[in-house]
Nanobody, 115 residues
Framework: QVQLVESGGGLVQAGGSLRLSCAAP????????MGWYRQAPGKQRRLVAA???????NYADSVKGRFTISRDNAKNTVYLQMNSLKPEDTAVYYC?????????WGRGTQVTVSS
């Protein structure tokens, strides 16, 4: 079973920034579109940002203009730069392919934004 490894979460005040990273096996990363998902307590896991293998991006309306997804194909790593964070961004953040494969879910990284 393949798992992706997320890192970079933490506790930050509203208005602050964090940068998340996700390392993936090259066999997965190189041929797939990738996405960042998040799951807040009591809510479903949702896609917030996606990037194709060629670098085109798409964002959920709730994060558009504040979050930036990018990928480094040489490092098999996808990033999520999060600026102007809000308390409602508090969630566990996961990366996966887009669309996701259930067997690829990692442990995620917790992001907590205090008001």
């Amino acid at each position: 079973q393949v798992q992706l490894v997320e890192s970079g979460g933490g506790l930050v005040q509203a208005g602050g920034s964090l940068r998340l990273s996700c390392a993936a096996p090259g066999s997965i990363f190189s041929i797939n579109d990738m996405g960042w998902y998040r799951q807040a307590p009591g809510k479903q896991r949702r896609l917030v940002a996606a990037i194709t293998s060629s670098g085109s991006t798409n964002y959920a309306d709730s994060v558009k203009g504040r979050f930036t997804i990018s990928r480094d194909n040489a490092k098999n790593t996808v990033y999520l730069q999060m600026n102007s964070l809000k308390p409602e961004d508090t969630a566990v953040y996961y990366c996966n392919t887009d669309p996701y494969y259930s067997s690829y879910w990692g442990r995620g990284t917790q992001v907590t934004v205090s008001s």
